[in-house]
């Protein structure tokens, strides 16, 4: 069986950043991907947006805190996760997320506020139930996906 995801997508919003009891730290953000579907009969384009709400663990969290903002594009890699919980009204709650092993900052962002990601720097995690498994160290990565060219930085898509 296999259950494996892979996404590019700009940030929505700055991610959470939270550290366990353990000091194992977890990011979770909101990553947009935008699907341009092309109708000849009408000869219009539609564009379709779905939003996943993506965790990492770790390492990968460590480099999100560090470099990654809203806008930025990433490359992610990892799998489908259901969850359920409740509230604190007691109401169950449902949601699927993307538990990430693999991620890869794609462009450049300037911004006064945020540290300068080195250029196209991967950062993977071995799958393993056990959230507490490290990540390995930024490198850079010759076969990193290419950034798409966005039309206009500012004009994204939430």
Not at 7 to 14: F, Q, R, S
Not at 43 to 52: A, D, L, N, P, R
Not at 61 to 80: H, N, P, T
């Amino acid at each position: 069986m296999i259950n494996k995801v892979i996404l590019v997508g700009n940030v929505g919003t700055d991610p959470e950043i939270r550290t366990l009891e353990s000091g194992t730290k977890v990011a979770r953000l909101r990553l947009a991907t935008t699907e341009r579907i092309y109708n000849r009969q009408t000869q219009e384009s539609k564009e379709y947006t779905e939003w996943h709400t993506v965790v990492l663990w770790s390492g990968l969290a460590d480099v999100a805190d560090r470099y990654v903002r809203k806008g930025s594009q990433l490359y992610i890699e990892g799998s489908i996760r259901s969850r359920e919980w409740t509230d604190k009204e007691g109401t169950k709650r449902y949601g699927v997320e993307i538990v990430a092993n693999d991620m890869k900052l794609l462009g450049r962002r300037n911004n006064d506020n945020a540290q300068t990601a080195p250029t196209s720097p991967s950062v993977s995690a071995t799958p393993n139930p056990n959230p507490a498994a490290s990540a390995q160290a930024p490198a850079a990565s010759p076969q990193a996906p290419a950034a798409i060219p966005a039309e206009d930085p500012d004009d994204l898509p939430f």
